[in-house]
Nanobody, 115 residues
Framework: QVQLVESGGGLVQPGGSLRLSCAAS????????MGWYRQIPGKERELVAS???????MYADDVKARFTISRDNTKNTVYLQMNSLKPEDTAVYYC?????????WGKGTKVTSSS
């Protein structure tokens, strides 16, 4: 069974950093576009960043220059390095794997930026 397992969420003060990780099954990882989304209660899930199998990246405007997405194909893992966190970054962050015939979601990890 294909799974995405996120880790690395937690509580951090504004201005701090966190790194999220998402481990995927080897069967799908190398050919998938991997993405990080976030959702605040009462709002729609939104794309934060994505990275293709070739390494091309894209970011939401409000995280550019603060967040970095990367992937390690030897570990079947995608990362989201989050710097200069703001209270408005508080959300549940979800990992996503997308291929020609599938879209898979992780269960999410909570990130809270608060003093």
């Amino acid at each position: 069974q294909v799974q995405l397992v996120e880790s690395g969420g937690g509580l951090v003060q504004p201005g701090g950093s966190l790194r999220l990780s998402c481990a995927a099954s080897r069967a799908i990882f190398s050919s998938s576009t991997m993405g990080w989304y976030r959702q605040i209660p009462g709002k729609e899930r939104e794309l934060v960043a994505s990275i293709t199998s070739a390494g091309s990246t894209m970011y939401a405007d409000d995280v550019k220059a603060r967040f970095t997405i990367s992937r390690d194909n030897t570990k079947n893992t995608v990362y989201l390095q989050m710097n200069s966190l703001k209270p408005e970054d508080t959300a549940v962050y979800y990992c996503n794997a997308r291929g020609i015939s599938y879209v898979i979601w992780g269960k999410g990890t909570k990130v809270t930026s608060s003093s």
